[in-house]
């Protein structure tokens, strides 16, 4: 079945260094989706990349998608301590009819030293 | 809009006994999904749901079922639970399945003893 594959499972920096993850899927996806989950909290849709390619920024957090879409990242630039938590991407396949299935990967656990 | 509520936060139930969590959405989306949560494993499905009266099994379905009577409602159900279920469970819905977020619920702590 389809696995989506998410690198590293744990990351600690100092405040203001960057972070980046890796998300990187068996086979090719429709879209691949990015979840923030706080420390005792529930995930959150951050945000969905469809096209090869793509990149999109929200501030200081960038999203990739690469061109065979197959993978992804997600970049911080200067982290603060309000960026903790685990962070999901979630790829997404084509199942038949007007319905995709999507893969949660199993998230990487960013921490920040203040 | 509350969007999706499920009820109860925290539960410990012992082993063989039975219960079902809560879950409703307020956003007129029409699918909805179970996930349950261990730690550093990610979010496995358990079961979901693409409109009212249809439910279909997800990665982890053994133990558990689920009905979807409503658009709104979409509970849970343990029956004879084991320590294995031991979990945090989350409810989600959508507006389309995998294109576009999942809103997902604040979650229920379920320890079983």
Known sequence: ?114 | NAGVTQTPKFRILKIGQSMTLQCTQDMNHNYMYWYRQDPGMGLKLIYYSVGAGITDKGEVPNGYNVSRSTTEDFPLRLELAAPSQTSVYFCASSATTGLGGYTFGSGTRLTVV
């Open chain 1, 1 to 114: 079945g389809q696995q989506v594959m998410q690198i590293p499972q744990y990351q600690h920096v100092q405040e203001g260094e960057d972070f980046t993850t890796y998300c990187n899927s068996s086979t090719t996806l429709s879209n691949i989706q990015w979840y923030k989950q706080r420390p005792g909290g529930h995930p959150v849709f951050l945000i969905q990349l469809v096209k090869s390619g793509e990149v999109k920024k929200q501030k200081r957090l960038t999203f990739q998608f690469g061109e065979a879409k197959k993978n992804s990242s997600l970049h911080i630039t200067a982290t603060q301590t309000t960026d903790v938590g685990t962070y999901f991407c979630a790829g997404s396949i084509y199942s038949g009819g007007s319905n995709y299935k999507l893969t949660f990967g199993k998230g990487t656990l960013l921490t920040v030293n203040p």
